[in-house]
């Protein structure tokens, strides 16, 4: 079993920046490999980007290919999601969760998940 807790959300204007962590408890957290989805109202969770145990392979969604940037701090049980250049379609409930394997980028291939960190992009 393994506990996530995303922080970092918050309002921003668009055109900003945020940086979101989930932090996940454990001692296998290198072992693991690590996505972000977010779900906007009415809408089905969308893969945002996922990363290695190690850290070194990263795949993004195309909708904020260029514009975010996933990474991981094994150290710290932590991985991070920098957004820049937010617009407001950015606007969504943003989750990270566990991977069953490297190539999933369906809900159905994650088995745990945070409570989720609300982002909000003002036009």
């Known amino acids: 079993q393994v506990q996530l807790v995303e922080s970092g959300g918050g309002l921003v204007q668009a055109g900003g920046s945020l940086r979101l962590s989930c932090a996940a408890s454990g001692r ?3 072992r693991h490999v690590m996505g972000w989805f977010r779900q906007a109202p009415g809408k089905e969770r969308e893969f945002v980007a996922v990363i290695s ?8 969604g195309d909708s904020v290919k260029g514009r975010f940037t996933i990474s991981r701090d094994n150290a710290k049980n932590t991985v991070y999601l920098q957004m820049n250049g ?3 379609e950015d606007t969504a409930v943003y989750y990270c969760a566990v991977a069953n394997n490297w190539w999933a980028r369906s809900v159905l291939e994650y088995k745990y998940w945070g409570q989720g960190t609300q982002v909000t992009v003002s036009s």
């Open 28 to 30: 296998t957290f290198s």
């Open 53 to 60: 145990g190690s850290g070194s392979a990263t795949y993004y």
């Open 86 to 88: 937010l617009k407001p």
